[in-house]
């Protein structure tokens, strides 16, 4: 099982250590506020009122001891920097923290944290993307240069096999699974016929994924 801290409990904060309790990971939340501790303490594996800003309440908790860290102190820059030195110093082996814009990210990394996100940021990014294609159900941002999206089916595709597509040497794009209703077909083989109603979870650069759009 795999254990997770986190650090404050914003919306972000709440949301993430729920989900995860919910995918049977080991949870222990740390926040200075009392109600908030108290709202989540049913949720989670362990909820704890304390200063992530103090190393000693870190350390006492067991902070190293977790196979990763969430600094959800998205508010203020101050405390998510201090409670992210103070994790890293005492070897938490990832850390993960949320930013409220570019520099805080950026502060962040230089700090040594190994992820940093922006949940408003890439919310609006995906959205954005979903929106201004018509055709994409869905899309998941890997890199700048490089997603995954859920399209329906091309017309020019319907009725032939993923072999005769060659998409990947034509397109240079992966069909990593097709959804057909409630049942997917991971890694479909190359001898499946794509039916009309098939949406195509597809990935490749952003420049090879906007052909595929098009089609």
Same mark, same amino acid.
């Given at each position: 099982m795999r254990s997770y801290f986190v650090v404050g409990l914003g919306r972000f904060g709440m949301e993430v250590a729920r989900r995860l309790c919910e995918l049977g990971c080991e949870v222990l939340v740390l926040?200075? %506020?009392h109600e908030l501790v108290q709202q989540i303490s049913g949720d989670v594996t362990q909820a704890v009122v304390g200063d992530a800003r103090d190393k000693e309440v870190l350390r006492a908790l067991g902070a190293a001891d977790f196979d990763c860290a969430i600094v959800a102190i998205g508010n203020s820059l101050s405390d998510s920097v201090l409670a992210t030195m103070n994790l890293k110093e005492l070897g938490v082996p990832y850390v993960v923290c949320k930013a409220y814009d570019e520099v805080h990210r950026q502060v962040l990394l230089k700090l040594g944290a190994d992820k940093v996100v922006i949940?408003?940021?890439?919310?609006?990014?995906?959205?954005?993307? %979903?929106?201004s294609s018509h055709n994409v159900l869905d899309y998941i941002e890997l890199s700048d240069a490089c997603g995954i999206i859920e399209v329906p089916a091309p017309t020019p595709w319907v009725g032939k096999t993923l072999k005769e597509l060659s998409v990947r040497a034509k397109l240079g794009v992966n069909i990593i699974a097709v959804k057909q209703?409630?049942?997917i077909n991971v890694s479909p083989g190359a001898d499946y016929e794509i039916t009309l109603g098939d949406v195509m979870v597809v990935l490749g650069d952003t420049s090879a994924l906007s052909a595929v759009q098009k089609l």
């Open positions: 926040d200075n %506020n949940p408003e940021q890439e919310q609006a990014n995906r959205l954005a993307r %979903n929106l209703g409630s049942h």
